[in-house]
């Protein structure tokens, strides 16, 4: 079975500062790794995906992450946010299977 | 593409009383997934329909239960509703997420059960 840990529940941080948002997982299995963002009042929609080749993944709004297999880790990292980055961001993990399974999520909240 | 419409997206119940919840996918996917979003507790995996038949189901009771039409469209119905299951419910549809296909979102259902 999968599991997945986002360790950090809220994460304050002042705008153009830099910001990382940590994501563990814990599989026997290989799996394919996700970010996904939700603003407010919103459904969530993917922010970018691991599935094989190139460990660092990047979206086009300046986010990236890392894939780190012996740490079972995909910490997400943006080197200066903004405000409009305020939301929840959740981690997400894939077996292969019909389901994905999801972290608590990490709410960002940009100061200016 | 249109994206994956929820309806309706906001209701009150009472407990005791049963829902259905409808979700069309983006057209030309498959799969419908549905998870149930609470505070704390994240997404929580109800179950998965693809061709109209249920692949995979979360650990929910049987009060919780779902169908896919032949045009992909999903409900989702919980019967005897209770306090706690008071949440957002999300559907997702995908061409088939074991091979990490993305996976879309709704922008959900809000049921608050008094």
């Known amino acids: 079975a999968q599991s997945v840990t986002q360790l950090d529940s809220q994460v304050p941080v002042f705008e153009e500062a830099p910001v990382e948002l940590r994501c563990n997982y814990s599989?026997?299995?290989?799996?394919?790794l996700f970010w996904y963002v939700q603003y407010p009042n919103q459904g969530l929609q993917l922010l970018l995906k691991?599935?094989?080749?190139?460990?660092l993944v990047e979206s086009i709004n300046g986010f990236e992450a890392e894939f780190n297999k012996s740490q079972t880790s995909f910490h997400l990292r943006k080197p200066s946010v903004h405000i409009s980055d305020t939301a929840e961001y959740f981690c997400?993990?894939?077996?292969?299977?019909?389901?994905?399974?999801f972290g608590t999520g990490t709410r960002l909240k940009v100061l200016a | 593409k249109a994206g994956v419409t929820q309806t309706p997206r906001y209701l009150i119940k009472t407990r005791g009383q049963q829902v259905t919840l409808s979700c069309s996918p983006i057209?030309?996917?498959?799969?419908v997934s549905w998870y149930q979003q609470t505070p704390g507790q994240g997404l929580q995996f109800l179950f998965e329909?693809?061709?109209?038949?249920?692949?995979n189901k979360g650990n929910f009771p049987g009060r919780f239960s779902g169908r896919q039409f032949s045009n992909s469209r999903s409900e989702m119905n919980v019967s005897t509703l209770e306090l706690g299951d008071s949440a957002l419910y999300l559907c997702?549809?995908?061409?088939?997420?074991?091979?990490?296909?993305?996976?879309?979102f709704g922008e959900g259902s809000w049921l608050t059960v008094v």
């Open positions: 997702a549809s995908s061409d088939d997420p074991r091979s990490g296909d993305t996976i879309y």
């Open positions: 599989s026997s299995v290989s799996v394919y």
């Open positions: 691991y599935l094989s080749g190139s460990t």
């Open positions: 997400a993990v894939s077996a292969g299977t019909y389901k994905y399974i």
């Open positions: 057209s030309g996917h498959r799969s």
């Open positions: 329909y693809f061709s109209e038949t249920q692949r």
